[in-house]
């Protein structure tokens, strides 16, 4: 339950706290220079909460007990702005975040990082834990794979960022991990969802295969609304007319109406958005055209003995290419008036 | 990895499950008068195995390191048949659960526990963990929701079918569950699904929302291969051209296709397949058709004042309309030759 | 444009019909014990129309410029009934038309036109010009096919439905065809449907691969307002989450919604809504389940030399299986109490 | 039929043009530095060929009865350039084409094309026979329209695109129009396409609403194997995940897909690819990046008072705005390495 409160009295958000407290719940205040909601958590008892009564106390304006509203920009109108380690998202910048599909080994992810951090990449990524299709398949090296990240990050200043399948690995992730991500299968998984909300840790939170936008901003909403507001939002493709030619179809149109829907971030991920090498860099380009804050992108030493997703991965010599047009399209981009 | 014999000979299959176990793996081996694999189970150290070398071990065929193979009619060629206490899933009768879509108070579910007893319903749904869109929702009771459910089915000697969210609670359902239910936004938690495989009880598993039938089938390979042979596919409708007029599409092509893929008991649930109550008794009659193993159907005794997709529950009287007219077609397809 | 009155006042509906003649359009009536509407035909002159006046002529209830009202049950709340020839199509009686996908010679159609009639069909469908995906593929007799199955049709007292690609060819239609069938290719062709709906022919229309309900009805009622009242609404499936095993998804909620929504009557077609063999006798039998007015099967004398659809086509000993299985499953509908 | 040959002898061509004419077909000559293929026109005729003998006769390599060839880059490896009017497409430069929705007067017009014209706008589009989903829905000017649009053009020297929707309008389409526009919804109608291929005009050719890319370039070579090689195909969007936000998803893949399988120049229709004004610039602007040959956009003097579509379209000053970001993007794309 929300409670979305008519303006920013003191006053008001304090008896509205006292309500839900004395009745069981914890209240969690949301507040900015325009709104201010409290969000009522409770294992059950926000249930039992009389909303008659509620709504009757001085200041409440609406009641959510469906729908999204603090990751929405009717809650907050300015974008959100924070930091993870040195680097910052949100404030108009782009941040490139790359790596291999999978960590593999530390040799491998070595080799990657320290060619990335050459680059000037701040923010390495690289799967420990794979959701796959198949059980027969490679599903990561588990919290070994995470302990390599870590390693190989640290060594090249970088952070690392890395997809969590499970709650019971979050201990681990926190300890080794500077962003989790959750994977388009894992974005209506509202126990993980939950538990996010309140690891301290920023999440990169993928659009899920059939999530609409409203779906979306829901699942966000589950992580904000328990305290954790360091989301960013990360498109990864949606399924079309055509599978023969490309795996996905980049909703370029989603990142469009998401920067007016949402005051987060968004993150571009034109690997799995295409699921092909050779459209990485275009994609990546139309990403700065439409002003995303960061992109997620497979780069690998050697895609071809990739133990996964080979195919939509970059080679570093491909890479250093897309950068360098990225840099000449932001600088275009610059030159547009607005 | 799964590794698949050329025949039922035990002398390959030893030296096989012991070239695996030497290799610091699990073998779980898998045999029917057909057919005859080995399932390696290893966290990780299933990678390191030297493939070439195993195929070259007597007797083996081929080495799955993607698809599936336990959970299709190439394994298995005669249907799957298991009992759950009484209830017998897979030889050709009708296996109706019901029940409410959410467990809301002991009340409530006894009511309807003892109205559908008194149709001779032999397995009651219920859901105490509810996934929910928005973080607002009623989330159902928990653990609270387990022991009713439990307590109900006893007292009306009924099973007791709910789904699970999250594998933190899966001792408690091993407690107070029958039938571990997988609903569709957790179709592809592979994490759960590995849980799933050891937990001793049976799982019925939804087709995710962007699932086509291979993933479907992978999915259940998770749960089979470690070890678990007692599935129920539940088919729950997919999202189609019209979301104005019915919620999703109950895709009975699925049901038709996957009787002749599979060896594994089908269910179909005509609630979430349409969204609409009226259609959830022509739906079900069409289950018959399809040949069905089990319908799973939402009913409450007050679908208007439902916490949760009122809109897709029956009423108790229509509930005891549909089971007569499925008696009715039951009793035509006695009649048509095949 | 349509005018939709407040009531059934002769007078009021005289003045409109005035008013609109007068103004240089053509006012065609509906009118049934419900209710009354003047469709306004123009070739844009009725874009000039002074709405404003319009709608303050006495009577005068809305003014449609968008949307549809005729084809719809708030039109007309009982169900269209219409006889083509001796049969009835609206009355819960099942039509069945059957015939090979494509007209491929005189012996072909003589063949299967004898076989179906010793069967008791009383439509025999067959295809004379083939929509084709590929500019190479066969593309039917045309005319010479139109003529070979008006031949057969007569000789064994059928009568004939076949699809019509374009207006050019519908004086032809209208001397050798019973029923023109519009396909789902040219579901939104309006040229074609506004030529329909003078011409005197009952209509079988179908849906557009990427057309909802409303959009379904709106086709129709190009052809109902310029006229023609016999129009049969036919399914044929939409695409789905799986193509790999079966072609189409037959969107069996789309027929128990239309019910609802239209007084026209519905037709299923089990061939395309799967594209199997196997598929089409079940999916007949779940049409008898859905209410359908008449069912479109494609059946050969030799599915596997067909030119065209040869694997969605029923044998012929198959069809009179089929025949028998829906004869049952109709007598056990009779028992089910609505 | 096409007959592809295996390689460029004149001799071999002579005796399967000569055997095809004998035996009462049209055949038409596809010839290029690289490959030779012999497209069979005989309404029918062609159907009777002998298949054995004709591929035994000298040269032929592959008879194609599905699919598609010349309009892939098997057959031509170069992209094609053509010029209409002075205007060329495919050379590289981006031709921008713009225009109102519809045609509604020749005030309406002649404004937008005067200032289309003044910002250096070759082509004007505006549709003159609309389709539209409702039967009572504003449908066009038709010839009238035709006639202004073709008047305006002249006045301000610019060519003139149009949709149309059936082949009796085809010669006046031939007398007032430059270039013909197929849209989504005729984007399979046959009849239409093969017409188009001895018109004589350069054909705009949409993709489809459920068309994949194979089919797509199928419907191109309807028009290409008849002859008219000039033909611009042009993506308009697809429907995705959410329909809430935007009306359709701008599939950019598709046209990242269609720059490596066809040699015929690529459009891309920002307008209807989303539905919303606000998206055009910057899908626009993406449409340099993945080097697209042409842009067809919607504007209008006064979209708040457009007949139709007019929240898609923008003001001639926001559409001044798209150029110059334009003109920005297509100098950075110069300085990309490629």
Redesign the interface.
């Known amino acids: 339950?929300?409670i979305k409160m008519k303006n920013l009295t003191d006053g008001d958000i304090s008896s509205v706290v006292e309500y839900v407290t004395i009745n069981g719940c914890e209240a969690k205040l949301f507040k900015n220079e325009d709104n201010a909601a409290i969000s009522v958590l409770g294992?059950?008892r926000e249930?039992k909460l009389n909303l008659s009564e509620l709504s009757k106390l001085p200041g409440v304006d609406k009641i959510?007990?469906?729908?999204?509203f603090l990751t929405s920009v009717n809650y907050k109108k300015t974008k959100s702005v924070f930091k993870v380690g040195d680097v910052t998202f949100g404030d108009g910048s782009l941040v490139v975040m790359a790596g291999p599909c999978a960590i593999e080994s530390y040799e491998q992810t070595d080799a990657i990082g320290k060619a990335l951090s050459s680059m000037g990449i701040k923010v390495m990524r690289g799967g420990a834990?794979k959701?796959?299709?198949?059980?027969?398949?490679?599903?990561?090296?588990?919290v070994?794979g995470l302990k390599i990240g870590r390693e190989v990050a640290d060594k090249y200043g970088m952070l690392f960022v890395t997809e969590l399948?499970?709650?019971?690995y979050l201990s681990d992730f926190i300890e080794y991990v500077d962003i989790i991500q959750v994977g388009a299968?894992?974005s209506?998984?509202?126990?993980?969802l939950k538990d996010l909300g309140t690891c301290g840790k920023p999440i990169l939170l993928k659009q899920g295969?059939?999530?609409?936008?409203?779906?979306w901003l829901?699942a966000a909403?589950?992580i904000y609304?328990r305290g954790n507001d360091r989301i960013i939002l990360c498109e990864r493709g949606?399924?079309?007319?055509?599978?023969?030619?490309?795996r996905?179809?980049?909703?370029?149109?989603?990142l469009?109406?998401m920067k007016q829907?949402t005051h987060l971030p968004l993150c571009m991920d034109p690997s799995h958005?295409?699921g092909?090498r050779?459209?990485i860099e275009?994609?990546s380009?139309?990403g700065v055209?439409?002003n995303v804050d960061a992109l997620l992108i497979e780069v690998h030493n050697c895609p071809e003995c990739a133990l996964c997703d080979g195919a939509q991965s970059l080679h570093l010599e491909e890479f250093q290419?897309l950068l360098?047009?990225l840099s000449?399209?932001q600088?275009?981009r610059q030159?547009?008036?607005y």
Do not use: W
């Open positions: 339950m929300l294992r059950g249930q959510y007990t469906k729908d999204y834990f959701p796959r299709t198949s059980a027969y398949s490679f599903q990561g090296l588990g070994d399948t499970d709650s019971r299968r894992n209506q998984n509202f126990e993980l295969m059939s999530d609409n936008l409203d779906t829901s909403e589950y609304s949606i399924s079309g007319a055509d599978n023969k030619y490309y996905n179809v980049m909703d370029i149109n989603a469009l109406a829907l958005g295409s092909r050779d459209f275009p994609l380009c139309m055209i439409a290419h360098n047009s000449i399209y600088n275009a030159k547009v008036r």
